[in-house]
């Protein structure tokens, strides 16, 4: 009979050390997956100012060479800031198909890459 209780108390020591170390490895896993979309997210915003800075020295460009050609420059930029108004309601129509859905589709392959990877 006291063998028996060391070999109950001996499982729920094991079974203890099991759910302890499962816990960890679900705490490293969530850091290492929030680490990696943070990282995504944070490369995507500087890859958005950059660009978004590159668009705005290119659209003054294209303004004072509109504005050359045509001899008068507000006119040129007026002629730009239209251009890019429409591009603006472009992509305010297409939001969910160029932006939305492709930022979810890479966080969610980001988060749930590992998965797939122990399935195969």
């Known amino acids: 009979m006291a063998q028996d209780f060391n070999n109950e108390e ?6 203890k050390e099991y759910v302890n170390t499962r816990l960890a490895q ?3 896993s969530f850091a290492e997956k929030t680490s990696k ?3 995504i997210m944070i490369a995507v915003i500087m890859l958005a100012l950059v660009f978004f800075l590159f ?3 290119v ?4 303004a004072i060479a509109i504005g ?3 001899e008068n420059f507000w006119l040129g930029f007026l002629i730009m800031a239209g251009i890019v108004l429409l591009a603006g309601f472009f992509l305010w129509i297409s939001k969910d198909w160029l932006i939305r859905k492709p930022i979810m589709n890479a966080l969610v392959n980001s988060m749930f890459d590992k998965v797939e990877d122990e399935k195969n």
């Open 37 to 39: 979309v943070i990282a």
């Open 68 to 70: 050359q050609r045509l």
């Open 59 to 62: 659209c003054a460009a294209c």
């Open 10 to 15: 001996t499982f729920v020591d094991q079974v």
């Open 55 to 57: 668009l705005v020295l």
């Open 26 to 28: 679900l705490k490293l």
